[in-house]
């Protein structure tokens, strides 16, 4: 079981902890097509978790690397850009819209999928492992998802309509790679 404390395993312990995000955001993924939503935010929350414990994981016992770091990035785009994406569009947008604003729809939610993955690669280019910066700059895609999961909230309890949601989401798309600085938990 020495695999589990190197740093240089792809199936080291902290490594096995994102495999779990993954697991999630893939299970989630597939309970949003079956428009079982409440058990895809259960996964997506299980993963955000697993998110947590991998990075202090990997910190505490030096295990960080760059597989790693490529690792984490590929779940937390999965978990944290996708699939609160997929949710949205498929719980709120094709409910409620049609036709042009659908096709609006559709394109704000390519366009923050593609922000979420900007944001992803330009952390990874500017991270060295097993650092930690005191602020992010621009809104983290796990913050990004957290303020989807309140919009989509807010829509299912009818504070917001769908309009509002589209716009929101143009809001946080653009604040992943804005110059906004965050503390680092």
């Given amino acids: 079981m020495k695999f589990l404390y190197n740093s240089n395993s792809h199936f080291n312990l902290a490594n096995l902890f994102t495999f779990v995000n993954i697991t999630a955001g893939l299970m989630a993924t597939y309970f949003i097509t079956q428009n079982n939503f409440f058990l895809a ?51 709120v947008y094709a409910q409620n819209l049609h036709g042009f604003w659908l096709i609006v729809a559709s394109i704000v939610s390519i366009v923050y999928v593609i922000s ?49 949601v589209v716009i929101i989401m143009i809001i946080i798309s653009w604040s992943l790679n804005s110059t906004i600085k965050i503390k680092h938990l």
């Fill in 116 to 164: 979420g993955l900007r944001r992803l690669i330009t952390f990874n280019i500017n991270a060295d492992a097993g650092e930690v910066a005191n602020y992010f700059t621009g809104v983290p895609t796990p913050l990004g998802a957290i303020l989807l999961w309140l919009v989509y909230l807010a829509n299912t309890y009818a504070i917001i309509n769908s309009f509002v």
């Fill in 41 to 91: 935010i259960i996964l997506a929350w299980i993963g955000g978790a697993f998110d947590i414990f991998d990075g202090k994981i990997a910190r505490k016992y030096k295990l960080s690397n760059e597989f790693g770091i490529q690792l984490d990035s590929f779940a937390d785009f999965l978990s944290f850009v996708l699939v609160p994406v997929f949710l949205i569009f498929q719980a």
